[in-house]
């Protein structure tokens, strides 16, 4: 399976994938604009990613601009609702509006940060996702 992983930072960013290279190839961009440029790419590729996880506060674009940039791809491009890729944000910003932002625009899940290991790997079994290795 193909990821994509936006995060700022650099501790979350190792964190996270460690995690995400059981799952599978794994991409790494450290910011919203390199996340959206990352997804164009592999759609105009047909490589499209499974799974997206995105960090809400990053510089250039924030994770709400690149979770309703890829949207917007996909709907441009009339995907159905399941062939869109999959998308976990990942923030310390846990309060309730952020939460409803979030799935209004578009987000499958939403983690808090710290992010705990066995949760968030429970959440993407649940999504269908499993560790190859
Ligand atoms: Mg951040």
């Given at each position: 399976?193909?990821?994509?992983?936006a995060?700022d930072?650099f501790a979350?960013?190792?964190f996270m994938?460690?995690?995400?290279?059981?799952?599978?190839?794994?991409d790494?961009?450290?910011n919203?604009?390199?996340a959206?440029?990352a997804?164009l790419?592999a759609?105009d590729d047909?490589?499209r990613y499974?799974?997206?996880?995105?960090?809400v506060?990053?510089?250039?674009l924030?994770?709400?601009?690149?979770?309703?940039?890829i949207r917007?791809f996909?709907t441009?491009?009339?995907?159905k609702?399941?062939?869109?890729t999959?998308?976990?944000?990942?923030t310390a910003?846990?309060?309730?509006?952020?939460?409803?932002k979030a799935?209004?625009?578009?987000?499958?899940a939403y983690?808090?940060?710290?992010?705990n290991?066995?949760r968030?790997?429970?959440?993407l079994s649940?999504m269908?996702?499993?560790?190859?290795?």
């Open positions: 399976m193909k990821i994509l992983l995060e930072d979350s960013r190792k994938s460690r995690i995400l290279n059981k799952y599978g190839e794994a790494i961009t450290v919203g604009l390199e959206v440029d997804f790419m759609l047909d490589e499974d799974l997206v996880i995105l960090d506060m990053m510089p250039m924030d994770g709400y601009q690149v979770l309703s940039t917007k996909e441009d491009r009339n995907f609702p399941e062939e869109r999959r998308v976990v944000m990942t910003l846990n309060e309730e509006i952020n939460v409803k799935m209004e625009i578009g987000c499958d983690v808090g940060k710290p992010v290991v066995e968030f790997e429970m959440l649940k269908g996702f499993e560790p190859i290795k």
